[in-house]
């Protein structure tokens, strides 16, 4: 079933009179929305990998398990930025130290965005999903010439996220920014999904939103919650700063039966 509602009616957004049948659009304030057939599909699909053509990180094809990592400041808040290796690497150092799982220097590489400092990690006894001993670890620290995340706390959802110097600023490079940052947020619950990923050009911003898909078990015999919401990233043309915004749309209820997705009615 499609739903279109109302950018301003948002008090509609749950309910059956939101919906249309045909899925059409009937003016320029109304936005359609997947069906939940296609939401259930992807929230329930482990092997989904997001959108078409959505960011994929440079160490994706990596062959052994691995971890990406950004250093952080000393709260755990927000990512470090330099533009000189020498102290990307100093910093990147004292955080291999104290890391509960460290390792020995391999390599390290730049690109436009970050420093990466490439280490092999050592996990005793096969630590989680760990089969062998060792792994590569990817360290990574942003250059402040790419975007400067000093005093963003991550675990909040909406407000201040930085600012991209990257110049051009461009909807391109909002993209690039917001889905890059996606492989680093985490949400409880575990099931997120990204449904859609699209930009938009506004008169002093760029726009960049995630619509993501939410399951929450409800309990024992109970259907799961799912949740669809956009995630909407601004970024201001004059001086870059990246604000948040963690918008609710609807919700609805459905289980598996038989490894195949249904609603609850």
Known sequence: MKRIIGILAISCLASSACRDEE????DDTLRIYPPDEEVMA?????????????????????ARSYTV?????????????TDNFDQALSWESADNISRSVNGEYVDSYENDRYFEIIR??????????????TSPGFSRI????YVNRDDVDRNVRDGYAGILNKRPRSEEAARTFVEYMWQFTFFWP????????FSGDRANAFQHTLMLGFVTNQGFDKCDLVEVVDWVFTVNKDDGRVT?????????EAQLINELPERCD
Not at 247 to 252: A, C, D, E, M, V
């Open 120 to 133: 092999e990690l050592e996990y005793p006894d096969g630590v989680g999903n760990i089969t062998d001993p």
């Open 23 to 26: 899925g059409v659009a009937l």
């Open 42 to 62: 992807k929230v329930y699909d482990n092997t989904y990998n997001g959108p078409e053509g959505f960011f994929v990180d440079e160490r994706a094809n990596t």
């Open 244 to 252: 948040k915004e963690f918008i609710h749309l609807y919700q609805f």
């Open 142 to 145: 942003f250059k402040c010439s």
């Open 190 to 197: 575990a099931q997120k999904t990204v449904l859609a990923s």
């Open 69 to 81: 990592y950004h250093v952080k400041d000393a709260s755990m808040s927000y990512e470090l930025c």
